[in-house]
């Protein structure tokens, strides 16, 4: 009798470690980091909210080299394994423009002091659409005003305007193009690139720091 109530016990303990391994195996995620570290799923209402618009299916899309200054070229490899935020517009700009670098420039400052470690992996990017006017090394000096971080890029007509449709971004040139004050609209939403290279969503206006670096910090821990 002993020896058959013995047996059942093992063979009751034997299933017990069966389910716990198949549970492991199939949750391992969830009991790694416990049951209050998992991380956060992305709550793309809220996230709208604090001012950004997430795509649940990032958009792929062509990224041919633009020009830094000192020769320098901004190629995919500079995109990748980094959260970029890409902003369109040109120096000339009398008023959206700087207001938006001075916002990132401030979102930079609140997300270092929220998340150092995040805050190394997101590059704010202005890309000018106004080639004619703003050499790179013009760029360099406008986006370094606003904070030492940034990077100003530029390129050839034709390769912006590629970009900028596969982005969602809208830019036209107004006046008269032969005098050195005309004027370019464009679209004000600063774009988002995961680290895989990937268009993920955008930021909009009205721009507000604090928010803005909460929401990057829940974004990378989800990604």
């Known amino acids: 009798m002993k020896q058959g109530v013995r047996n059942t016990v093992m063979g009751l303990g034997l299933a017990v470690l069966v389910v716990v391994g198949i549970t492991v195996n199939k ?15 992305l709550d793309k209402e809220s996230l709208r909210e604090q001012g950004v618009v997430w795509y649940e299916t990032p958009r792929t899309f062509v990224f ?29 700009c009398p008023d959206i423009c700087p207001a938006t670098l001075a916002n990132m420039a401030q979102f930079r400052k ?14 704010v990017v202005m890309v000018s659409v106004d080639p004619g006017r703003d050499t790179p090394e013009k760029l360099a000096t406008y986006a ?5 971080e940034f990077k100003g890029v530029t390129g050839d007509p034709a390769n912006l305007k590629a970009l900028t449709q596969q982005l969602n971004v809208a830019f036209e040139m107004v006046g008269d193009t ?14 988002l690139i995961n680290p895989k290279g990937d268009y993920q969503g955008f ?13 990057m910090v829940t974004i990378n821990q989800s990604f």
């Open 27 to 41: 949750y391992g995620s969830t009991l790694q980091f416990g049951l209050n570290e998992t991380p956060p799923a």
């Open 144 to 148: 370094k005003f606003f904070d030492a």
């Open 110 to 123: 609140e997300l270092v002091a929220l998340n150092p470690k995040v805050a190394e992996k997101v590059d």
């Open 203 to 215: 930021l909009r206006p009205p721009f507000k720091a604090g928010d803005l670096a909460k929401a």
């Open 178 to 191: 032969s005098t050195p004050d005309y004027l370019v609209e464009h679209s004000a939403q600063v774009v």
């Open 64 to 92: 041919n080299p633009l020009t830094m200054d000192k020769g320098k070229s901004f190629t995919l490899a500079d995109l990748k394994d980094r959260w970029t935020l890409m902003y369109f517009g040109f120096t000339f």
